[in-house]
């Protein structure tokens, strides 16, 4: 650029760059496994009974006793 005879060259002030952030998010899925185990437990309980079965019977004692009042008559 021609500025003409005896014309001074205009001064030229450079200032530092000026740093514009432009920032940009965006979402991501991130899984978390979380396992669950579930255990079933199924308890038996068994009750022993005890029985006591009892049969009754009856008996009859019989005794015979012969006396002789002396001795038999003589036929």
């Not at 740093?19 to 965006?26: D, N, R, T």
């Not at 978390?32 to 004692?61: A, D, G, K």
Request: net charge negative; aromatic share 10%.
């Amino acid at each position: 650029m021609y500025y003409g005879y005896g014309c001074h060259h205009p001064r030229v002030v450079v200032h530092p760059t000026q740093c514009c952030v432009q920032q940009y998010y965006h979402t991501e899925e991130v899984i978390h496994v979380h396992p669950v185990q579930i255990q079933h437990v199924n308890h038996m309980l068994y009750q022993h009974v005890h029985e006591y079965p009892v049969s009754e019977y009856q008996t009859c004692q019989e005794h015979h006793q012969n006396i002789s009042c002396g001795a038999p008559p003589c036929c």
